[in-house]
């Protein structure tokens, strides 16, 4: 296996190189970590700075997954899993829990939400139902946190079109929700007209707040469409990534560079791609 294939770097180190697996790659983590010959960078850091690497990793995986690059996937998953060591490792440290808690709650929680497989409730369900079900557990063990508010943990550093859509979730489950896309679409303008209303008389703090709840109306119309907006704003990305590539490409066989363009001509060959694309 893969997994216990010995770095060279370690063959010094037996605890490490007798170790496979998990605990081969817990053993790496505690070396990196050790105050007297750990890694300088690695013992510098904490939650809050290795937090932002957790959440990039995360959309490395996703990346991955979406260029469908099956060859990478298992470095990019490989790279997520040392956050959620690299978290343990630390919580260890401080006395807080061990990576074997962090294993623990999870299964617990696996099992917890699924009595129709790990319980004596039936299989017999719809996706539809099952997804009631699990909203109702998910509620039940927010109560037990004595999180009280519809609101409540709903996770602050999640990307902010994802956040957006579960707090409208949250509050449609109360009924506080337009009745269907038409009403949102008409929020929709009416946001927008108070975005130039501000840019023409107010100042960049009331511009970005009018931006943003344009932004927050356009996940809401998302939601009542049942479009992931992070998903549609990466496909976005990528044919504008795909089609601006074509417009280099182009201007590359005629040995010059965007720069040596214009808008007008790059416009043209924006058009040329697009319509490549279709046909």
Known sequence: MADQALHPALADRPTLA???????????????????TGCPWDIEQNFATIAPYTIEEAHEVADAIAREAWDELPGELGDLLLQVVFHAQMAEEAGMFGFSDVVASISDKMIDRHPHIFGDESRDKSAAQQIK????????????????????????????????????????????????????????????????????????????????????????????LNIDPEEALRLANAKFTRRFRSIEAALAADGRRPEDSDLAEMDALWDAAKAAERA
């Open 18 to 36: 007798d170790e496979t697996g998990i605990p081969r790659l817990l053993a790496i983590m505690a070396a990196l970590r050790d105050p007297q």
């Open 133 to 224: 079900d699990w909203e109702e557990i998910k509620a039940r063990e927010r109560a037990a946190k004595a999180e009280k508010g519809v609101l409540d943990g709903v996770a602050l550093g999640l990307p902010a079109l994802t956040r957006a859509v579960k707090l409208q979730n949250r509050a449609a489950r109360v009924g506080f929700d337009w009745p269907g896309p038409q009403d949102v679409l008409a929020k929709i303008q009416e946001e927008a007209t108070e975005l130039v209303e501000a840019r023409d008389s107010m100042d960049h703090a009331h511009q970005t707040e009018e931006f943003g709840d344009l932004m927050f109306v356009m996940a809401n119309l998302a939601r009542h």
